[in-house]
């Protein structure tokens, strides 16, 4: 097939998805398109790449980036604050429920002062901050769950299919080769095999998620038509997920969708309780086994890796070589500047991070930054689990994403401006409603919880990032029905 004649049919079919699509909610927020905007540039390629711009030498890429990807941002940034100014976005609330994220967020920022390119790292943390009013946009719609839900549904979309057409039919555009083997392989509408892996990753994660929660109601028209869709897309996703080669990710969402399925089985809906206390032991012990007794080397061979996890070894210890203030590090975003960026050059050559999301957060925020992300993510576990007993289908996804955001970052760097950071704000951000909205919302009440509240038997009511929404209602007086 012509690459041209395929174009236009990915085109035409990707306009009848949308408009046809059984899983679109009607009524839904136009404003939710800013997020799948920005969430799209993340997790494919900046505006200045599709359109074939360059910005000098890799490090001063790096180091300047491009006036329009700066325009582009400042646009989607400016549209999302206008849009939770409309809203009128409850700042105070949000900041008290998320204290351990705004702290870890204004440290970023405290950081500019003593990196050695403080306007770069300014800059860039400004950028992040896109990202944070993006998950706000979704998690403060009306309708929190079906706004995640959209919100990937969209993304994956665009992406799985778009990254397929290219890997067919414009390889020029989707294949790279390795500098060293000569090795190709595809990157699909990413930038790496490994970006690609993310991508797969999430949607795969989100695709099982969602025919999961809706398999119950799969005797329904409707539900059968989504069904269908996702079954199509997780096969898409597999074949992209096999082509693109990345360990890591091909075994997070092993994990991911374990959990998802132990959430919803019937033991542990029974007993809520098991599971939190099962998920993070379970990470606890990976850790004792892979750092204390090499299971990293073994898993890496049973997976077809070299025991260096792909000599990622050897970039640990070389990032670890270079001099940088242990307490506070160098600054926000701050490490792949400058000399230090020549150094690591010099030993390995072409790397932008250090593969370990931790170790990354210890070069550029240093140890009071992990302390921070550590509190992060515990305060985000917490709030996880609540709704357990009351809303497992979002908690089910919550808890896949928490504890694949931690294996993640054990071989890659997400705890920044990335997809998989992004996709975790999703189940980590507490956001507060307004009382008109969740009322709003409501058309039918459940079982009176042990607090003298009663609650929702519409799942998209719980409050986006893990709250139930449950609204203070009067008790019956007696001899009322």
């Not at 770069?120 to 706000?136: H, M, N, Q, T, V």
């Not at 979704?138 to 929190?144: A, G, Y």
């Not at 203030?325 to 400058?338: A, R």
């Amino acid at each position: 097939m012509p690459p041209t004649l395929a174009l236009l049919i990915w085109l035409v079919l990707l306009l009848a998805l949308f408009a046809f699509d059984a899983a679109k909610v009607p009524g839904t927020s136009g404003a939710l398109w800013v997020p799948v905007i920005w969430i799209f540039i993340l997790g494919s390629r900046l505006p200045s790449l599709w359109l074939g711009f360059r910005a000098g030498s890799a490090a001063q890429a790096m180091e300047e980036g491009n006036p329009l990807d700066r325009t582009i941002d400042l646009v989607l940034i400016v549209l999302a604050l206008a849009i939770l100014i409309s809203r009128s976005f409850q700042w105070d609330k949000f900041f008290r429920h998320d204290f351990a994220l705004v702290v870890f967020v204004g440290f970023g920022l405290v950081s500019v002062l003593w990196s050695d390119f403080p306007f770069i790292a300014f800059k860039r943390w400004f950028r992040d901050l896109g990202s944070y009013f993006a998950i706000l946009v979704v998690l403060s719609d009306p309708r929190p769950l079906e706004a995640v839900r959209t919100v990937l549904r969209r993304l994956a979309y665009l992406l799985i299919p778009l990254s397929i057409l290219l890997n067919k039919y414009y390889p020029q555009l989707s294949k790279q080769y390795d500098q060293w083997t000569g090795t190709g392989f595809f990157v699909g509408a990413t930038t790496s095999k490994n970006m690609l892996g993310a991508l797969c990753l999430v949607s795969g994660l989100f695709f099982f998620w969602d025919t999961v929660t809706r398999w119950k109601e799969r005797k329904d028209k409707r539900t059968k038509r989504i069904l269908i869709v996702n079954f199509a897309f997780m096969g898409m996703t597999a074949w992209l997920q096999d082509l693109s080669n990345s360990a890591t990710s091909s075994v997070c969402l092993v994990i991911g969708c374990l959990v998802i399925l132990a959430t919803h089985s019937k033991l542990l809906q029974r007993h809520p309780s098991f599971v939190k206390a099962l998920i993070p032991s379970c990470f606890l012990l990976y850790l004792i086994l892979a750092f204390g007794f090499d299971l990293n080397g073994q898993l890496a061979s049973q997976v077809g890796r070299n025991p260096t996890l792909t000599d990622r070894t050897a970039i640990w210890k070389t990032v670890l070589s270079v001099k940088t203030n242990p307490l506070i590090g160098t600054g926000y975003e701050s490490f792949w500047l400058g000399s230090r960026l020549v150094y690591v050059w010099q030993i390995v050559a072409g790397i932008n991070e250090a593969h370990n999301g931790y170790l990354e957060v210890y070069l550029n925020l240093g140890l009071i930054g992990v302390f921070l992300l550590g509190g992060l993510l515990i305060t985000c576990y917490r709030k996880i689990c609540k709704p357990l007993a009351s809303c497992f289908d979002l908690a089910s996804l919550n808890l896949a994403l928490w504890i694949v955001t931690l294996f993640y970052n054990i071989t890659e760097s997400a705890f920044k401006l990335h997809l998989m950071w992004v996709t975790f704000l999703l189940a980590a951000v507490a956001v507060p409603q307004r009382a008109a909205d969740r009322a709003g919302s409501i058309v039918a009440v459940g079982p009176m919880s042990t607090t003298g509240r009663f609650r929702s038997l519409r799942p998209d009511l719980c409050g986006g990032a893990g709250q139930p929404a449950s609204l203070p209602l009067p008790l019956p007086s007696r001899g009322v029905s």
